[in-house]
């Protein structure tokens, strides 16, 4: 929900005669975006309670909102009884919103594992994350993967491209015939045809991948793709391989049928059957992960689900997840009318089982990291939903893929720094706001030299709520709560002039889709502050995690948040006053990236004079990454110094205030902040 402006005011200057800008002016060019949730949520009407937040806005002399410093409130409130409470999966603690990971063809092969799945030699890793390795044993007796508890198998089946194949197989032999080669029996299709034309089957290489997750009690959701190169008469090439759907689709329902009873075989009925199989990944990405028709898509689901029940009777089944498509500036917009929709409306029409519904959503400069496109993401799921609220309005949503892509260089980053962790926690609001129950993070640590983590800051936000909550937590919300009807195919966006709401409508025609994928979003500065508040895990008081964002990395505005909460009671009255027992905090001067950056850049260890911040591989050049080595034991002791809670210091802008009923709880933080507070 778009912030909407209920007070402002300017000041003057006597270091200036220069005439104000009005402040209409100046708000409609520094749009502030404040966090947002759901009161109700009525699936199939989907009716909304969103909210108002109060926010003041300090304009400075002409143009000055366009760089100088401004100063913004911000006024939170928990609410559990009427709050949206945020999603945690059954039987787990609220950090499981996050300790969810993808994995992709050739990192299943299991001599690849060995990169990502690790011994770690200091159990003290697991109190820093606040986080139980998932099985009976811990990462110091069973290999394990930080902060995953579930991985997705993407590309499981084969179908790689042939940069994959080399860089796990190495180069194909002498000889060997150009891509595609589907008859070789040495590369890593389960299926091939043998010398005699006839279909056969490399289970070694399913249980090579399929190991690697289990043995290591991580919870696989089985992605059934790419189509073995095998089933296509008319094979095409891709970016991620083969792309088409199978030629003799009830051929491909036997495989999948031998498939399943091999997963039967090897790990029991019991966990395979309650495993979620995933027909593919992003089928609206043509030419990339498919080029076929929805029609074929449809009739390859179809194929799946046959090959599947008679083995495993009630398995969850559900389509790939969507490239996003219902955020401005995105370029699968345009697939919305022409691929989704018509996958979606044709599985239910053909009566299919649908366990789920699932997108991608990242951050990027293509949507200048507004943690608002998290919730027009969600949104878009909730579309998909209102469809069909009979058969879809009670799937849980998901986003499969999750993180931040290309910087303001358009190259790849993590944002293992301040920005991302403020960007992954805002973000996570405001999808889990529309519902979406988790995200599939790609990756959050680096290895030091000496095989021991040094975690991004998306890991920190995941340590910070292991650490705050137990299974319960609440969307902090506002204190005037207005309703609005949920958007039927629109994404709303609030215009700050006078307190009137327009809403733009994302028309179904091809053309007009078209439009918005190729309108970059304008360039301006979006602030955001979103919060998650609840019982801390050891019930002797209330947690709160706060992320300040903003789409300028280089923000110098200042933001008073204030979180309001009633006040802690000692037998029939309330009489205790709130107290600030512990807090972390992560910005721009304390998150280990960011040092390392300053670091580096000092010393001229960086691979790009771009200011930017990356994992240490693709920020420092060898000059960087020794001096890291020889220094490694340091950048362990700021990590855990990082992720320690500890008392508040007379310095600190947090403060607590109380009136007979109400307590606040208040801080100052300059975008990117993360900030968790225990109050007793």
């Not at 801390?536 to 995690?545: E, I, M």
Request: hydrophobic share 40%; glycine share 8%.
């Amino acid at each position: 929900c778009r912030a909407a402006l209920v007070h402002s005011h300017w000041h003057t200057s006597s270091q200036s005669s220069q005439a104000l800008e009005h402040p209409e002016h100046c708000i409609r060019r520094t749009r502030l975006q404040a966090g947002s949730r759901l009161g109700t949520m009525s699936r199939g009407a989907c009716s909304f309670k969103c909210v108002v937040v109060t926010v003041v806005v300090v304009c400075a002399v002409l143009g000055g909102c366009d760089g100088a410093a401004a100063e913004h409130e911000v006024q939170l409130t928990y609410l559990p009884k009427v709050g949206h409470a945020f999603p945690t999966p059954a039987g787990q603690r609220v950090q499981a919103y996050w300790t969810a990971a993808p994995m992709t063809d050739r990192n299943l092969d299991s001599n690849a594992s060995a990169h990502w799945l690790y011994h770690l030699r200091d159990t003290d890793v697991h109190d820093l994350l606040a986080w139980t390795p998932p099985g009976t044993d811990s990462c110091t007796t069973k290999p394990c993967y930080p902060l995953a508890n579930t991985m997705t198998t993407v590309r499981l089946l084969g179908g790689w491209a042939g940069n994959m194949v080399n860089a796990t197989l190495g180069p194909p032999p002498a000889g060997h015939p150009a891509w595609p080669y589907p008859e070789d029996l040495g590369w890593p299709d389960v299926a091939y045809r043998n010398g005699k034309g006839k279909m056969a089957y490399r289970w070694d290489a399913l249980f090579d991948r399929m190991d690697t997750i289990v043995n290591n009690s991580i919870t696989p959701v089985v992605v059934l793709d790419n189509v073995p190169w095998a089933f296509v008469n008319a094979t095409t090439y891709g970016k991620y391989g083969q792309n088409q759907a199978p030629t003799d689709f009830d051929a491909y329902a036997a495989f999948i049928t031998a498939l399943a009873q091999q997963l039967v075989n090897r790990y029991g009925h019991e966990n395979a059957n309650s495993w979620v199989y995933r027909v593919g990944t992003e089928p609206n990405t043509a030419p990339g992960h498919w080029a076929s028709t929805p029609e074929q898509y449809i009739e390859t689901y179809a194929a799946v689900v046959r090959g599947l029940r008679p083995v495993l009777p009630t398995a969850p089944i559900g389509p790939g997840n969507f490239c996003p498509f219902y955020e401005p500036g995105v370029g699968c917009n345009k697939t919305l009318s022409t691929v989704v929709t018509p996958i979606v409306d044709g599985l239910v029409a053909r009566g299919l089982p649908i366990a789920f519904l699932a997108m991608s959503c990242y951050g990027s400069v293509t949507t200048n990291y507004d943690v608002e496109g998290a919730r027009l993401q969600g949104e878009g799921l909730r579309y998909l939903q209102q469809r069909h609220p009979e058969q879809l309005g009670s799937l849980p949503l998901f986003f499969m893929e999750y993180g931040t892509l290309n910087n303001k260089e358009r190259r790849v980053s993590n944002e293992p720094g301040a920005f991302g962790a403020a960007w992954t926690l805002g973000s996570s609001i405001c999808a889990a706001s529309t519902g979406v129950q988790r995200v599939w993070h790609w990756g959050n640590h680096d290895m030091l030299p000496d095989s021991q983590p040094l975690f991004f800051s998306n890991a920190y936000v995941a340590a910070a709520a292991g650490k705050l909550f137990a299974d319960k937590a609440f969307i902090l919300q506002r204190q005037a709560p207005v309703d609005r009807a949920a958007p039927s195919h629109t994404s709303s966006a609030t215009r700050v002039d006078g307190g009137s709401t327009k809403t733009r409508s994302f028309a179904q025609t091809t053309t007009h889709n078209r439009v918005l994928a190729s309108a970059p979003p304008p360039a301006r500065e979006v602030i955001g502050v979103n919060g998650l508040g609840g019982p801390t895990a050891d019930g002797a008081g209330l947690g709160f995690l706060v992320a300040v964002t903003s789409t300028n990395k280089s923000s110098v505005d200042t933001v008073n948040v204030s979180i309001t909460f009633a006040r802690p009671s000692s037998g029939t009255t309330n009489q205790q006053p709130a107290v600030l027992k512990q807090q972390l905090l992560l910005d721009r001067s304390s998150c280990i990236y960011d040092q390392l950056l300053a670091e580096a850049t000092a010393h001229n260890w960086t691979k790009y004079a771009d200011g930017e911040v990356y994992g240490l591989h693709n920020m420092l050049n060898d000059q960087g990454i020794a001096a890291v080595s020889r220094n490694a034991s340091v950048w362990r002791a700021r990590q855990a110094a990082l992720l320690t809670p500890a008392s508040p210091k007379p310095t600190d802008s947090a403060t607590t205030a109380c009136t007979a009923d109400t307590c606040t709880v208040s801080f100052l933080a300059t975008p990117p902040t993360v900030r968790a507070l225990w109050v007793g």
